[in-house]
């Protein structure tokens, strides 16, 4: 069994989608019992662990588990 022991999302305050990631990632770590990192625009963390589009450009948010 997989045990989560932190969230990370990457996001940027000028995304319309900002607002909405922040709540769903409180809300998973509090119902998971773990700590919630928010790091803004972290484009480094993101080329290293995220998703990129078709053009290898990383896109924000993401929320990492």
């Known amino acids: 069994m997989v045990r989560v022991n932190k969230l990370v999302l990457v996001t940027a305050k000028h ?12 809300e998973f770590a509090s119902k998971l019992g773990v700590d919630l990192e928010i790091r803004e625009e ?4 993101l080329n290293e662990h995220g998703e990129k589009d078709e053009f290898g450009m990383a896109w924000l948010p993401q929320l990492f588990i």
């Not at 995304?15 to 409180?26: L, R, S």
């Not at 972290?42 to 963390?45: I, S």
């Open 42 to 45: 972290d484009y480094v963390f």
């Open 15 to 26: 995304m319309p989608q900002h607002k909405y990631f922040v709540d769903i990632a409180k």
